[in-house]
């Protein structure tokens, strides 16, 4: 088994653990909307969580690679670097998009759930 499938068996024993407390409740909630309202919370944070690890880790791969390929050829240097730019610009723009998803998530919810 390769790292990454330890991790990740990691990731979602972690994962189970913590939620066994949330089932764990019994069904005499009289409120659901603040229930829903807690879920949209959680869901907005694992959202932006999630958009910022993955673009972490391809900023990360994306300036590497280029780096590889300038070393490798010094003449291209200028083409590798716009394209490493452009490829960065176009990784953070899908990050601030995942951030304005899971806002809309947290206040489309509260209007909707909180009296």
Do not use: C
Not at 19 to 44: C, H, K
Not at 108 to 113: C, E, F, L, R, T
């Amino acid at each position: 088994m390769t790292k990454k499938f330890k991790t990740l068996g990691l990731l979602v024993f972690l994962l189970v653990i913590a939620s066994v407390p949330m089932f764990a409740q019994t069904e005499d909630v009289t409120d659901n909307r603040a229930t829903l309202y807690m879920w949209a919370l959680i869901v907005g944070g694992a959202v932006i969580a999630i958009a910022s690890a993955a673009g972490a880790y391809a900023q990360s791969k994306a300036i590497s690679t280029a780096l590889d390929g300038i070393s490798r050829n010094p003449g291209a240097a200028p083409h590798i670097r716009f394209l490493a730019i452009f490829g960065l610009v176009l990784i953070e723009t899908l990050v601030i998009y995942a951030l304005l998803i899971s806002i809309m998530i947290i206040m489309i919810n509260w209007g909707n759930y909180v009296n």
